[in-house]
């Protein structure tokens, strides 16, 4: 193995170096670094993808995605020593700088050969996604493309993410999206190269998260009377199996993305309520409803009697979220589990002599501290199997469990607030990274909520660290994630096109260098990436992308309708 690369390393220092000028590729995310130098790679029927052991499920990965477009081969193989090294595309953790860190990776294009290595294989991973933008646009269909040269300019690269934390999140209790959609949503963040799936799985509007010691919740808690709905008597909805979570962790975990699940506690508990109505504080069925119509979006009322809060001071809520988190646990391997905490109804509890009791014995003063004392009990209980817990930036309100991660949507307070306090933080401010909201003004453009634009532009030049932080704080800020609502977002085009090409600026911001931030030099790279995401077959926005056109006049923090976020 250490022959092969020897002898492929030799050839690689004796080409001649030019500095990147006007010609330099259209990479989003821009890496780095980049030299542009002489020549082209040339992709052939013979061309060999050689492999360590820890870049086995990335070669993998490359191969059906070449040979998707191409048609060719392209045999996969261990590195073998005496294996010539003429046509090899490489991977490889070998010799790697420590330096990169866990998801850099060093990109090198001779016409000789391709050679990607990095520490470790998530590195490998985004280096295979630069390479692949090398390629002509086309190398992203997924049927075979008639073309006479598929080349990949001469480069040499290295590259690594300016943040850890480099996510989207998806919002399907409003509507139901099946895995095949998920997982087509996750090959888009992977070659954007985010790292986080944050997957919004129940709320008032419906529980899609199968849990077998409580079958109600997907029985009765998944499905709903949906107005204008014609199909299955009017009802409306829809879950995953605990099969279908796994496949999907699976196929996200080959793209280095983790999920993170969201199980909200206590508020947006309608459809957990309407399920098992005995953890509500008046003990009566909740209501699994919806709050806009199609296709224009009056408001609906919830029936008088319906409850989306749990009963706080009754034992079994308590005992009911341990065993959905422990369900929950056992699907998800990642670090953090979301319990939301947004948007809580205390009036219910200020009815409730269960709650009433609780707070006179915990000498809880008011009901933040009420929703505290429950989100700091589920944090113990994450903690104990080796989890974390991040809420919405409410979840300050009743002092912070201790390990607690907050993520900053009214804006960037919550998220300053953290820091402050020695937090990590997440940035998801509503003006900014709420991709259910407009892209432009006029016609043509799927529903969203007429007060707000948040334009490509927007996107771009917001900066997930905000100004006044100590460098200490600075380093709390984990990263950036950008939200899609979907209270009126029921068709899977419309999710796409309200994502793309505003992802792409998101990735951008997330990955690359702020000093090079370039509005102007995005906007020439997004006219080849958008040939990309359109071989992809992904539907994007072509709304007028460069200045917002109607402004937020609501207080910070006020949310477009009661629904949630």
Partial sequence: MKFAIVILSTLLLALPVFAAGNLAPALVPAPQKLELQAGAFQLQPQTRIVMDAAAGPTGEYLREKLHAATGYPLKAADIQPSAPVQGVILLTTSGAKATLGAEGYELTVTPAAVIIRAPQPAGLFYGVQTFLQLLPPEIYATNVVAKAAWQAPCVRIEDWPRFAWRGMMLDVSRHFQGKEFVERYLDGMAMQKLNVFHWHLVDDQGWRLEIKKYPRLTSVG???????????????????????????VAYAAVRHITIVPEIEIPGHSQAALAAYPELSCRGEPGYVGYFFEFPSPPLAKFPPNSCNVFCAGNPMTLQFLEDVLTETMGLFPGKYIHIGGDEVGTNYWDQCPKCQALMAGEGLKNY???????????????????????GWDEILAGGLAPNATVMSWRGVAGGIAAVKAGHPAIMAPNNFLYFNRAQAAGPGQPPAPRRVSITLKSVYNYDPVPAGLTPAQENLILGAEACMWTERLNRADWLETMTYPRLCALAEVAWSPKAARDWEQFSQRMETHLQRLAAMGV?????????????????????????GQ
């Fill in 368 to 390: 933040h501290e009420l929703q505290g004392w429950l989100t700091k009990k589920a944090e113990i209980f994450l903690n104990e199997h080796g989890r974390q817990l991040i």
């Fill in 222 to 248: 998944a499905w709903r009377k949906q107005p204008g709905y014609t199909e299955n008597n009017g009802i409306y909805g829809g879950f995953y199996t605990q099969d279908d979570i796994r496949e999907v």
């Fill in 539 to 563: 539907t994007y926005s072509r709304a007028n992308q460069a200045e917002p056109k109607l402004a937020d006049s609501r207080p910070a923090g006020q949310s477009e309708a009661p629904s």
